[in-house]
T-cell receptor, first 113, second 109 residues
Framework: GAVVSQHPSWVICKSGTSVKIECRSL??????MFWYRQFPKQSLMLMAT?????????EQGVEKDKFLINHASLTLSTLTVTSAHPEDSSFYIC?????????FGPGTRLTVT | RKEVEQDPGPFNVPEGATVAFNCTYS??????FFWYRQDCRKEPKLLMS???SGNEDGRFTAQLNRASQYISLLIRDSKLSDSATYLC??????????FGSGTRLSIRP
């Protein structure tokens, strides 16, 4: 089946710095990708829909200036957490659809100290 | 009202038992539903697609009831390895992804 990769798989950064997470569809093109956040023992929460060639669509309550999304090509979407704070520490996952099936990336574990 | 409602559980059942849980959805135009399994600290992985005619894969049976707007997952002869969180995922008419918050299942020896 289709494969979605994420990089890095885990990252530790200092408070106030920015972190970029990449999501790639390895063997298919994705005009749309989805970004999620999941806190420990909580459910997956959709943050935004990344659209190739246009602006991302953010879910209610998600700050677009803090979570910058760039979908520069049909196989790559990036999520940049700007001015990260400890409360941004979470598991960030992306997914890309192919034939209505969602393929999830392995996730990126972000820890902000 | 959430677009998809799912009982968060946890469901705690003995090994060998049969367990079932549902997801209800509010948008009657929703289509293309799937059940995903998520293990702790891992990404969701596709378990099976859901069709109106029903879909069976070994011990797992998925069903879509459009009239009552719910999808179901039945696990027979549960194994310890079935312990996980099960997510239902679908698409609304706007091709917007919708999904439940997940049902936690714990199988005890």
């Amino acid at each position: 089946g289709a494969v979605v990769s994420q990089h890095p798989s885990w990252v530790i950064c200092k408070s106030g710095t920015s972190v970029k997470i990449e999501c790639r569809s390895l063997d298919f093109q994705a005009t749309t990708m989805f970004w999620y956040r999941q806190f420990p023992k909580q459910s997956l929460m959709l943050m935004a829909t990344s659209n190739e060639g246009s602006k991302a669509t953010y879910e209610q309550g998600v700050e677009k200036d803090k979570f910058l999304i760039n979908h520069a090509s049909l196989t790559l979407s990036t999520l940049t957490v700007t001015s990260a704070h400890p409360e941004d520490s979470s598991f960030y996952i992306c997914s890309a659809p192919q034939d209505y099936e969602q393929y999830f990336g392995p996730g990126t574990r972000l820890t902000v100290t | 009202r959430k677009e998809v409602e799912q009982d968060p559980g946890p469901f705690n059942v003995p090994e060998g038992a049969t367990v079932a849980f549902n997801c209800t959805y509010s948008n009657s135009a929703s289509q293309s539903f799937f059940w995903y399994r998520q293990d702790c600290r891992k990404e969701p992985k596709l378990l099976m697609s859901v069709y109106s005619s029903g879909n069976e894969d070994g011990r797992f049976t998925a069903q879509l009831n459009r009239a009552s707007q719910y999808i179901s997952l039945l696990i027979r002869d549960s194994k310890l390895s079935d312990s996980a969180t099960y997510l239902c995922l679908g698409y609304s008419s706007a091709s917007k992804i919708i999904f439940g918050s997940g049902t936690r299942l714990s199988i005890r020896p």
